[in-house]
């Protein structure tokens, strides 16, 4: 079935420092989202892309979409201890739906201060 | 907007027993999800809802679970008998048809079966 794979699984920086996790699926997608989800909270949206190769910032985070549409990545420039949390890839389902979102396993950002 | 409501926030029970999840989306958002999030598995979508009516329970594992949603602004989660490896974080997430904005989540209810 589909897959969405996100690496690194923990990422451990100190705070200034910049930060990025992948994510790579195993079907081209129409479009992504990414999500943060805080300890102990609930995912929250950040962003949706959908178009090839497209770039998008939001303050310090910037997002790509992979020519191919099937890789993302969220750079995080100088990060601050209010980014901790996990963040989340979703791509939609191929089966059964197109409105579900298949997560993938996120990457867990701790920030030393 | 109060967002995505689910009750209760915690819940204890012991093997066996009844458990009932509960969620209230939000006003106008067409579309319905469960999902369970543990440390191994991550996010797994359980179930989902278009208008009220089912789509996808592929993701339920097991007869145990069953989810309703007898109308717009409410849905149920139901575990019976319930097992000590249902133990995890179950979030409900709304969003209007067409995901083109993105899901709300809840707050989710932590459960744990004893």
């Avoid at chain 1, 790509?64 to 601050?80: P, V, Y």
């Avoid at chain 2, 939000?26 to 991550?42: A, D, E, P």
């Avoid at chain 2, 019976?80 to 904005?101: G, N, T």
Wanted: charged share 20%; hydrophobic share 30%; glycine share 10%.
């Amino acid at each position: 079935g589909q897959q969405v794979m996100q690496i690194p699984q923990y990422q451990h920086v100190q705070e200034g420092e910049d930060f990025t996790t992948y994510c790579n699926s195993s079907t081209t997608l129409s479009n992504i989202q990414w999500y943060k989800q805080r300890p102990g909270g609930h995912p929250v949206f950040l962003i949706q892309l959908v178009k090839s190769g497209e770039v998008k910032k939001q303050k310090r985070l910037t997002f790509q979409f992979g020519e191919a549409k099937k890789n993302s990545s969220l750079h995080i420039t100088a990060t601050q201890t209010t980014d901790v949390g996990t963040y989340f890839c979703a791509g939609p389902g191929t089966q059964g739906g197109s409105e579900k979102l298949v997560f993938g396993k996120g990457t867990k950002l701790t920030v030393n201060p | 907007d109060a967002g995505v409501i689910q009750s209760p926030r915690h819940e204890v029970t012991e093997m066996g027993q009844e458990v009932t999840l509960r969620c209230k989306p939000i006003s106008g958002h067409n579309s319905l999800f469960w999902y369970r999030q543990t440390m191994m598995r991550g996010l797994e979508l359980l179930i989902y809802f278009n208008n009220n009516v089912p789509i996808d329970d592929s993701g339920m594992p097991e007869d145990r679970f069953s989810a309703k949603m007898p109308n717009a602004s409410f849905s149920t989660l139901k575990i019976q008998p319930s097992e000590p490896r249902d133990s995890a974080v179950y979030f409900c997430a709304s969003s209007p048809w067409a995901q083109r904005v993105g899901y709300t989540f809840g707050s989710g209810t932590r459960l744990t079966v004893v």
